[in-house]
């Protein structure tokens, strides 16, 4: 049925996960607890979810990580009312063995995180596949083509070999949440860890689910029975690897009978397509016209054996289409040469390996392989119609605490000719890599500030700053920062605590303290670390954050061990949203005409997005539509040209701004 005459229809329910977005014709997430037959029009992360609960998940946990975030947040909105456990943890390693712990007691569970957690969490993840589970147990990764919101792109399918654990991996939200249910099933059966993999263009894609029964009940509460298997001392370990590939054995026998796989189709021709590809494959056959048989794969490791050679029986050539990695085609490859099966196969010599899927790039490689005319080219003129696209530098939003403190530490080191290093990391202060601040030098990978700083301080003379939010602190730079400490590396850690995890958004930090959790302060456990110079600034009192830094840098120079400094104020985002629940909303600041000099502080220097320069002019000028009323930048005007709305009592706003 059509997609849009479907959506019309007043049994197909419309959920999303709340957002400042506000849509006002759709039901949340929360409403569908209610809801058992019936059509509904899901995110991936959504249908996801709502898949764990169908298969009856009694605990979920994850670390927050675009693509993966709405996962738990689905659950954590319907949490009370199941009964289930849900929590965020503290970092992806933590979060895996609360809910392993579960699945060895007989609970069902679920993990969740971006590809890039799955290293941190890759210690436990091994280590499950050789003691197994009582009960099923799902890893979500949720990998990320084309690195939209990461820093690589890499393959998870491969931790499935690497560890011995079977993968599934879906081609949209419908089949995501039917999938799930199966795979929570499979790993029960089994008694074994399964991977289900999705990728951003699923995770975040909208389609039409079919909903089914709700337990009326689930196991929230285990018993751990006392095995030897679980305590993985060499010689235990030994025994359980005779026992990982018997259950191997039967994992292979297992997905010959996945009802996800099938072929579809005829012809002398064979496209296998593992899940998303799936999806761009079928559309690609038919806009090209081409005869040929699809086997789509949701087991994409192992793949089934038998059913590969039953569909290659009697086929010319096999094209193997996937996104990243050669997965499906170095197993197709290996089986086809097992059985001295001898046919022409494509696969990322055709279709090349970097970036995720699409219909354009399918098309041109399957109309070259079969010399068929490519229905979608264009002329060049089609192309581009004379139009271009305004580039949108990203710039921190309006208000950030960010950009005060950015601006006030790149003064610093201009005015001081500070030969220095700025080691990154990951969030939204991220940003600052960008132009006019360049505080960014580095940025490898969650908590790798501090890290990469012990290293750059014991090589270089320079002075080193790491950057690190207070959610990414907690998460991986706790013990740099305990190294730096106890190894003498000296280098300037500023912690930007906004107290919110904003990049992935906006879920808690263990600094936010929501829901009734006391907030571990951050300080306190700097000071535990042993760390001796400890600073806590506001960003927006810019002479404070200007001495803090100073002091630290001749801190760190004299005394050769690591200072801190922890900036903190929330996330803007979450303030604003705070002050218009009080109907409460801010007068934009302005300019005063006749003092500006158009000296540029304010627009080039500071880049707040709501402040430019005059048509004609260097003056500069701010945009009410744009100005949230924060007023950080009155101080950063050298000639007090900047002025807060008149009537605004600084003191007021300043608590307002908090």
């Given at each position: 049925m059509d997609l849009l005459k479907l959506l019309k229809k007043d049994e197909v329910y419309k959920a999303v996960v709340p957002s400042f977005l506000g849509y006002r014709y759709m039901y949340r997430f929360?409403?569908?607890?209610?809801?058992?037959?019936?059509?509904?029009?899901?995110?991936?992360?959504?249908?996801?979810?709502?898949?764990?609960?169908?298969?009856?998940?009694?605990?979920?946990?994850?670390?927050?990580g675009t693509p993966s975030s709405e996962i738990i947040e689905a659950l954590m909105t319907v949490s009370k009312d199941l009964g289930i456990y849900v929590e965020w943890s503290i970092n992806e390693k933590v979060a895996f063995e609360v809910a392993y712990a579960a699945a060895i007691t007989g609970v069902r569970s679920?993990?969740?995180?971006?590809?890039?957690?799955?290293?941190?969490?890759?210690?436990?993840?091994?280590?499950?596949?050789?003691?197994?589970?009582?009960?099923?147990f799902v890893i979500v990764s949720a990998d990320d083509p084309s690195m939209?919101?990461?820093?690589?792109?890499?393959?998870n399918r491969f931790y499935g070999m690497h560890a011995y654990i079977p993968v599934f991996e879906p081609y949209g939200p419908g089949e995501a949440k039917e999938l799930v249910k199966y795979s929570l099933e499979f790993s029960s059966r089994i008694k074994h860890p399964v991977i289900f993999r999705s990728t951003t263009r699923i995770s975040h894609t909208r389609g039409v689910v079919d909903l089914g029964p709700i337990p009326k009940s689930v196991k929230v509460k285990g018993g751990f029975g006392k095995e030897l298997r679980f305590a993985l001392v060499p010689a235990v370990s030994r025994k359980n690897k005779l026992a990982l590939l018997e259950r191997w054995r039967k994992i292979s026998e297992e997905v010959e009978h996945c009802p996800f796989n099938f072929l579809e189709g005829d012809g002398r021709h064979l496209i296998i397509a593992p899940g998303v590809a799936y999806s761009h494959v079928r559309e690609a056959v038919r806009l090209l016209g081409v005869k040929a048989r699809i086997l789509k794969l949701s087991s994409v490791y192992p793949v089934p054996e038998a059913m590969l050679l039953k569909a290659v029986g009697d086929v010319d050539d096999i094209v193997i289409i996937?996104?990243?990695?050669?997965?499906?085609?170095?197993?197709?490859?290996?089986?086809?040469?097992?059985?001295?099966?001898?046919?022409?196969?494509?696969?990322?010599?055709?279709?090349?390996?970097?970036?995720?899927?699409?219909?354009?790039?399918?098309?041109?490689?399957?109309?070259?392989?079969?010399?068929?005319?490519?229905?979608?080219?264009?002329?060049?003129?089609?192309?581009?119609?004379?139009?271009?696209?305004?580039?949108?530098?990203?710039?921190?939003?309006?208000?950030?605490p960010y950009r005060p403190l950015f601006f006030e530490i790149r003064r610093y080191i201009n005015r001081e000719k500070l030969p220095y290093i700025a080691s990154g990391d990951i969030g939204c202060y991220a940003l600052s890599l960008n132009e006019p601040y360049k505080l960014q030098d580095l940025i490898i990978e969650m908590g790798g500030s501090i890290g990469l700083a012990n290293g750059l301080s014991k090589v270089t003379d320079d002075v080193i700053f790491s950057f690190i939010g207070?959610?990414?602190f907690f998460h991986a730079g706790m013990p740099a920062l305990a190294n730096a400490v106890y190894n003498r590396s000296p280098q300037v850690v500023v912690i930007l605590d906004n107290q919110i995890v904003a990049m992935t958004g906006h879920q808690p930090s263990p600094s936010t303290g929501m829901e009734g959790k006391k907030a571990i302060v951050i300080e306190d456990v700097v000071k535990g670390l042993g760390v001796e110079f400890i600073r806590v600034v506001d960003p927006f009192e810019i002479d404070d954050v200007r001495r803090s830094i100073s002091e630290a840098v001749k801190y760190v120079r004299e005394k050769k061990m690591p200072a801190v400094i922890i900036a903190r104020r929330r996330c803007a985002l979450v303030i604003l949203r705070d002050l218009r629940r009080r109907g409460i909303m801010l007068e934009p600041c302005y300019i005063d005409q006749e003092k500006c000099i158009g000296c540029g502080t304010c627009?080039?220097?500071?880049?707040?997005?709501?402040?430019?320069?005059?048509?004609?002019?260097?003056?500069?000028?701010?945009?009410?539509?744009?100005?949230?009323?924060?007023?950080?930048?009155?101080?950063?005007?050298?000639?007090?040209?900047?002025?807060?709305?008149?009537?605004?009592?600084?003191?007021?706003?300043?608590?307002?701004?908090?």
């Open positions: 929360k409403d569908l607890i209610r809801i058992e037959k019936g059509k509904a029009f899901l995110l991936g992360n959504e249908a996801i979810a709502r898949g764990a609960i169908e298969g009856g998940i009694g605990v979920a946990s994850a670390y927050p679920l993990v969740a995180m971006k590809h890039v957690g799955l290293n941190v969490a890759a210690d436990p993840l091994m280590s499950s596949a050789y003691t197994g589970v009582n009960e099923g939209w919101s990461s820093q690589n792109e890499q393959d996937e996104e990243l990695d050669p997965i499906t085609e170095l197993q197709v490859r290996s089986i086809l040469h097992k059985k001295n099966i001898t046919i022409r196969v494509a696969g990322k010599d055709l279709v090349g390996y970097p970036y995720e899927l699409n219909i354009e790039r399918i098309v041109e490689a399957l109309s070259k392989f079969y010399n068929v005319p490519n229905p979608l080219l264009q002329t060049k003129a089609g192309d581009t119609a004379g139009i271009k696209v305004p580039a949108r530098p990203p710039t921190f939003c309006p208000g950030c207070d959610s990414t627009y080039n220097w500071f880049a707040c997005p709501a402040i430019s320069k005059v048509d004609g002019s260097n003056k500069a000028v701010i945009d009410p539509s744009l100005c949230v009323g924060c007023g950080s930048c009155v101080s950063i005007c050298p000639v007090n040209a900047i002025k807060l709305p008149k009537g605004t009592e600084p003191h007021k706003l300043k608590e307002l701004w908090r």
